[in-house]
């Protein structure tokens, strides 16, 4: 529990975190993975029909109507994230897993291609379920109406269009998803969400496995005369659902929005990310902080023998201790506020009567952030920098706010 904090993880943590979360998810095994991503088609189906619901007889301005919808809908990902569920255009952060070769590309190939299906099929299976339920009778069928017309605008669009906005989508998603490991608790991740996932459905973006559920929906109801009576009616003209096929629906939508939702979310958002705070060369940068190995001094010696040795060195501190296990830190600035301003001699004092103690040890892939808020909360600045348990060095408050 001394390790409990409330504040979020920082982007460098928020990375390796997901990167721990995309080796679970590579090496799930089949059958969990495939009823997981079942209940994510389930829960974005969800959403999807909430949004159809709170939408379909807005009166207010296009603007807010969007919004609106899109924070309802984004209930589809808090189930995913919160309840827990494998969804395909989340688990396009996988890659980052893969780029620092912790999992194969079969391993990813596969996860995507299980979780791509299972989604499909958990969205096929509300579609289903709400035909039964009557829903779409819903205000004399106008949510059906809604929905017939939301279907038919999807498949309408071009297909660069459709790629595009895929792309836009799942960069928002996939952030949404990112945010999340930021957080500590439920409040935090449902507000991670919302707003992400809000404007992505404002925006008009496409999400492919939102699309699973919308178009398919459409594709029951086109036949359905009380409900193109609806649409009908809501547009004020009558409405032609002859671009409403299955074929329009794999071929003009889910192929382009697929393959833009894996560029938005794999690409530029979980390469972005890799390339920031995981691959070798960023994980370098506090290596080349790192001031070169201190001097040592025996916790007996002098202040003076430690002035000597730091001037001779070029150092601002001296590590105390035997051994390699340092046990303090004695700092210019230690001797100063210690010895020189009370006038003691400094032949006469031990080091370790002055010296800051327990030294404080941060790992070496530590983040700069964290490495300044140790300093700040300690009180101190030197830290002792190891890797794998091993001192390797130093790094004091200046070596950060000299260096780039």
């Given at each position: 529990m001394s390790d409990f904090q409330f504040d979020a993880y920082s982007p460098k943590e928020m990375a390796e975190r997901v990167e721990k979360a995309g080796v679970t998810k590579g090496n799930l095994d089949f059958l969990s993975t495939l009823v997981l991503s079942l209940l994510a088609g389930i829960f974005i189906a969800f959403g999807a029909l909430f949004y159809t619901l709170v939408i379909h007889d807005s009166n207010a301005s296009q603007g807010f109507t969007r919004l609106l919808g899109g924070v309802v809908f984004s209930v589809g990902l808090i189930l995913v994230i919160v309840a827990g569920a494998e969804l395909f255009t989340g688990n396009n952060l996988i890659m980052m897993a893969y780029m620092n070769k912790k999992i194969t590309f079969g391993k990813l190939a596969r996860n995507w291609a299980i979780v791509f299906v299972g989604n499909f099929a958990g969205s096929l299976a509300i579609v289903y379920l709400v035909h039964l339920s009557g829903h779409w009778g819903t205000h004399n069928y106008m949510v059906g109406g809604?929905?017939?017309?939301?279907?038919?605008?999807?498949?309408?669009?071009?297909?660069?269009?459709?790629?595009?906005?895929?792309?836009?989508?799942?960069?928002?998603?996939?952030?949404?998803v990112w945010l999340c490991f930021s957080c500590r608790n439920v409040a935090d991740k449902v507000l991670a969400i919302i707003f992400p996932i809000a404007a992505f459905v404002a925006l008009g973006f496409e999400h492919?496995?939102?699309?699973?559920?919308?178009?398919?929906?459409?594709?029951?109801?086109?036949?359905?005369?009380?409900?193109?009576?609806?649409?009908?009616?809501?547009?004020?003209?009558?409405?032609?659902?002859?671009?409403?096929?299955?074929g329009a629906f794999f071929f003009r939508n889910l192929l382009p929005v697929t393959i833009g939702n894996i560029i938005g979310g794999a690409v530029i958002i979980a390469l972005v990310y890799w390339f920031l705070y995981l691959r070798?060369?960023?994980?370098?940068?506090?290596?080349?902080?790192?001031?070169?190995?201190?001097?040592?001094?025996?916790?007996?010696?002098?202040?003076?023998?430690?002035?000597?040795?730091?001037?001779?060195?070029?150092?601002?501190?001296?590590?105390?201790?035997?051994?390699?296990?340092?046990?303090?830190?004695?700092?210019?600035?230690?001797?100063?506020?210690?010895?020189?301003?009370?006038?003691?001699?400094?032949?006469s004092v031990p080091v370790k009567e002055i010296m800051t103690t327990p030294a404080i040890s941060v790992e070496v892939n530590t983040p700069?952030?964290?490495?300044?808020?140790?300093?700040?909360?300690?009180?101190?600045?030197?830290?002792?920098?190891?890797?794998?348990?091993?001192?390797?060095?130093?790094?004091?408050?200046?070596?950060?706010?000299?260096?780039?």
């Amino acid at each position: 529990m001394s390790d409990f904090q409330f504040d979020a993880y920082s982007p460098k943590e928020m990375a390796e975190r997901v990167e721990k979360a995309g080796v679970t998810k590579g090496n799930l095994d089949f059958l969990s993975t495939l009823v997981l991503s079942l209940l994510a088609g389930i829960f974005i189906a969800f959403g999807a029909l909430f949004y159809t619901l709170v939408i379909h007889d807005s009166n207010a301005s296009q603007g807010f109507t969007r919004l609106l919808g899109g924070v309802v809908f984004s209930v589809g990902l808090i189930l995913v994230i919160v309840a827990g569920a494998e969804l395909f255009t989340g688990n396009n952060l996988i890659m980052m897993a893969y780029m620092n070769k912790k999992i194969t590309f079969g391993k990813l190939a596969r996860n995507w291609a299980i979780v791509f299906v299972g989604n499909f099929a958990g969205s096929l299976a509300i579609v289903y379920l709400v035909h039964l339920s009557g829903h779409w009778g819903t205000h004399n069928y106008m949510v059906g109406g809604r929905a017939l017309l939301i279907a038919l605008g999807k498949v309408q669009i071009p297909f660069l269009q459709a790629f595009a906005r895929g792309i836009l989508c799942n960069m928002l998603v996939c952030l949404a998803v990112w945010l999340c490991f930021s957080c500590r608790n439920v409040a935090d991740k449902v507000l991670a969400i919302i707003f992400p996932i809000a404007a992505f459905v404002a925006l008009g973006f496409e999400h492919c496995v939102a699309n699973m559920f919308f178009i398919p929906a459409g594709l029951v109801l086109k036949n359905i005369t009380a409900v193109t009576a609806a649409a009908s009616t809501a547009i004020g003209k009558p409405v032609s659902v002859a671009d409403l096929t299955w074929g329009a629906f794999f071929f003009r939508n889910l192929l382009p929005v697929t393959i833009g939702n894996i560029i938005g979310g794999a690409v530029i958002i979980a390469l972005v990310y890799w390339f920031l705070y995981l691959r070798s060369g960023a994980i370098q940068r506090v290596r080349k902080l790192i001031s070169k190995v201190p001097s040592w001094v025996e916790p007996d010696d002098s202040v003076s023998h430690a002035l000597r040795t730091m001037k001779e060195k070029k150092q601002s501190c001296v590590l105390v201790g035997a051994d390699g296990e340092a046990i303090g830190i004695l700092s210019e600035a230690d001797v100063a506020s210690k010895v020189s301003v009370a006038n003691l001699d400094p032949d006469s004092v031990p080091v370790k009567e002055i010296m800051t103690t327990p030294a404080i040890s941060v790992e070496v892939n530590t983040p700069i952030y964290r490495i300044y808020k140790t300093m700040v909360d300690n009180g101190v600045k030197h830290l002792i920098v190891t890797e794998k348990n091993v001192q390797i060095g130093y790094i004091s408050l200046n070596d950060i706010l000299r260096k780039p």
